[in-house]
């Protein structure tokens, strides 16, 4: 059975009404584990082993988080730091994440119209979700279509509770967009002679 891990970076979940109520569904799903990283890390200082055991233990990770300045909020991208080492993400070693899968899932206070090529953005959400993309062909990981609520201030209750029944079906069942050839690429043998620690 997939083991399926989901971080949360909303930076005030008491404060949230989307983010809160999709993790509120995820913990009665019962079957995926739920990680908030603003409660455990309220100082940001990120546990890194302790994150990298979890993730090693879970087959499907996504990231959930408020679209922040066309980006992740600054905790989750602390996250990807502590976390994605060279020699245990990418580079050589670093096989923990090869063939697991990675997907987002992200909320927006601006209407789905202003991320399209003629919006206010002139860039679609897929656009704005490639640095996610690239962690995951960069650590060998399946890719999923990303996970989005736009314009969230017009929701009414009904649409937050459906796009929480809908962000569920999505965590569970949602299928690959990017596939995983699983082979390593000859740059992620390179042994390079100072390491970042080392100069």
């Known amino acids: 059975m997939t083991k399926t891990l989901v971080i949360v970076a909303h930076p ?13 569904a995820l913990r009665r799903a019962g079957d995926i584990t739920l990680r908030d990283l603003s409660a455990l890390y309220p100082d940001g200082r990120i546990d890194g082993a302790a994150e990298r055991r979890l993730l090693e233990a879970h087959d499907r990770i996504i990231l959930q988080f408020p679209l922040t300045w066309y980006s992740c909020p600054p905790l989750l991208s602390a996250w990807r730091i502590a976390i994605l080492t060279r020699g245990w993400a990418y580079g050589p070693g670093g096989r923990a994440l090869r063939l697991k899968t990675l997907g987002v899932a992200l909320s927006t206070g601006s209407n789905g119209r202003d991320y399209q ?37 017009e929701c009414d209750d009904a649409a937050v509770a459906a796009s929480a029944r809908a962000y569920v079906d999505h965590v569970r069942t949602a299928r690959p967009r990017i596939l995983a050839s699983g082979r390593d690429d000859d740059r992620a043998r390179t042994v390079y002679p100072l390491e970042a620690g080392a100069r």
């Open 12 to 24: 005030d979940m008491a404060r949230s009404r989307i983010n809160a109520a999709w993790a509120e």
């Open 117 to 153: 090529p003629d919006g206010r953005y002139g860039r679609t959400l897929d656009e704005v979700t490639v640095p996610f993309e690239l962690m995951a062909r960069h650590t060998g990981m399946h890719y999923l279509p990303p996970f989005t609520l736009t314009g969230v201030r």
